[in-house]
């Protein structure tokens, strides 16, 4: 399986932006999906997972100004940011278990190196807000 990340760009504080994740060579059907954040010298920070049976969850719970959702078929996830504040700028990738082989996590870690193969990764998209 191979996972793109696109949409990512410079934006003004305030706007919004919606990043996409999508799959070639399986769909997320069953799958388990991770948004995770990344600035250099930091590891990837997790932001948010919408699991298998479509409950989504937020690392900061109150945090309103994010949703994920994906389409139909299955192929692609997207992660809605609004009100883009500066320090939502960083390197945001997807991540998915229950993909092409990898085996179901109990929970996505909060903080890893980014594209570690306890999943499927894609290369990331950057965000920077100004």
């Known amino acids: 399986v191979q996972l793109v990340e696109s949409g990512g760009g410079a934006v003004q504080a305030g706007e919004s932006l919606t990043i996409s994740c999508a799959a070639s060579?399986?769909?997320?059907?069953?799958?388990?999906i991770a948004w995770y954040r990344h600035n250099p010298g930091t590891e990837c920070d997790l932001v948010g997972t919408?699991?298998?049976?479509?409950?989504?969850e937020f690392v900061d719970s109150g945090n309103a100004r994010l949703s994920i959702s994906q389409n139909s078929a299955k192929s692609t996830v997207f992660l809605r940011l609004d009100n883009l504040e500066p320090e939502d700028t960083a390197k945001y990738y997807c991540?998915?278990?229950?993909?092409?082989?990898?085996?179901?996590?109990?929970?996505?870690?909060?903080?890893?190196?980014?594209?570690?193969?306890?999943?499927?990764w894609g290369q990331g998209t950057q965000v920077t807000v100004s």
């Open positions: 991540a998915a278990t229950r993909i092409a082989g990898f085996p179901a996590v109990s929970r996505f870690p909060r903080e890893t190196v980014c594209q570690t193969n306890f999943a499927a």
């Open positions: 060579g399986a769909t997320f059907e069953g799958a388990d």
């Open positions: 919408q699991s298998r049976d479509g409950r989504t």
